[in-house]
């Protein structure tokens, strides 16, 4: 990683321009046309579905660089996308052919400069940035990054303000015209071999997995994939097994115990219902008992059941009276006397 002092970048971030809010037909100045400070995004007083013409105002774009611009609605209109040999410009005003060595280009636009004719010898196929179709925009001025291992060499270091939480600190990306496979030394300016994964580095372009650590050390590509073992994949399932089998266990022995205690509760109030009925009978035993035991409780006893059944043969001997019918003497009709209630029945 290459640092650059932050007095430029912090002073510059200190101005303020509201910009960026004209809509079509409002005035505007190109003089304003720029790049944010930290991260060099283009900017404008017209907002980002115009673009402000020569004629100081704010015009619809008349083309587009991204497949989905930032800025437009769902519904909304897109301008063109440029042809093959023509590229958009960041004002997006119109497409423009495309731009030949030497010629001036914006920053990190090597889509404007028009490609070598071994672009496909050149061209940089894992996207890492280094070039567009083996042509690179370096320091504003479009070159062909053509150039091979001990050769003189062209850098640009670009510093952007990258933030982690509430701190921010300067991210500079270093680019060259070297060939792919090869770096462009920012101390000697000669292009030279790429390392391999584990050997010393600086920056991200020295290593040919682009990845440069925080030890100085460069790692494996970003993009690639993890290897996991087979008995990663073993400790996984016995560990989910196994916490499921735990989870059963547990679940049972907690339930076990829940169904324990409901059954002493049971068990338990059945007890206390045999107690208190064997409690009522002793009661009533012991008070049978205490009033037998009374003194002359046995002679009244006797005495009453002689006096009973003197009555009773009484009685006996007297003849029964005979009731009248009252459905007449004919004798034709039963009827049947229940507490004074006459019902008669054929």
């Not at 087979?230 to 169904?259: A, P």
């Not at 003849?319 to 009252?326: A, R, T």
Request: aromatic share 8%; charged share 20%; net charge negative.
């Amino acid at each position: 990683m290459y640092w650059l002092p932050l007095t430029l970048i912090l002073t510059s971030g200190q101005l303020l321009v509201k910009a960026g809010y004209q809509t079509k037909g409002q005035n505007c100045s190109s003089a304003d046309n720029r790049l944010q400070i930290g991260t060099y995004q283009f900017y404008s007083d017209c907002d980002s579905q115009n673009y402000c013409s020569s004629d100081g105002v704010c015009q619809p774009k008349g083309c587009r660089k991204d497949q989905f611009p930032f800025g437009y609605s769902q519904d909304s209109p897109l301008p063109p996308l440029c042809p093959s040999g023509q590229f958009c410009p960041d004002e997006a005003d119109a497409c423009q052919p495309l731009l030949s060595v030497g010629s001036p280009c914006q920053l990190n636009r090597d889509d404007q400069c028009e490609p070598p004719p071994n672009a496909a010898e050149l061209a940089d196929t894992l996207h890492y940035g280094r070039n567009v179709n083996g042509a690179v925009c370096l320091n504003n001025v479009c070159m062909w990054a053509n150039v091979t291992v001990g050769q003189p060499c062209e850098v640009e270091n670009t510093a952007y303000i990258a933030y982690t939480g509430s701190s921010e600190y300067i991210d500079v990306a270093s680019r060259g015209n070297c060939q792919v496979g090869l770096f462009c030394d920012s101390q000697q300016l000669t292009c030279m071999s790429m390392k391999a994964v584990g050997e010393s580095c600086d920056g991200d372009k020295e290593c040919s997995s682009f990845n440069c650590q925080s030890n100085g050390v460069c790692g494996q590509s970003a993009d690639t994939p993890n290897q996991i073992g087979v008995w990663v994949y073993v400790l996984v399932g016995v560990g989910i097994l196994g916490g499921m089998s735990g989870t059963l266990t547990l679940l049972f022995l907690i339930h076990r115990r829940q169904r324990d205690n409901e059954r002493e509760k049971r068990e338990q109030y059945w007890r206390e219902q045999y107690a208190f009925r064997q409690n009522i009978l002793q009661m009533r035993e012991t008070a049978r008992t205490s009033i037998l035991s009374l003194p002359g409780h046995g002679s009244n006893r006797s005495t009453m059941y002689s006096r009973a059944a003197s009555a009773a043969s009484d009685d006996s001997s007297s003849p029964i009276p005979q009731q009248q019918s009252p459905y007449g003497a004919s004798g034709l009709r039963n009827y049947m006397v229940d507490d004074g209630d006459f019902r008669g029945r054929d």
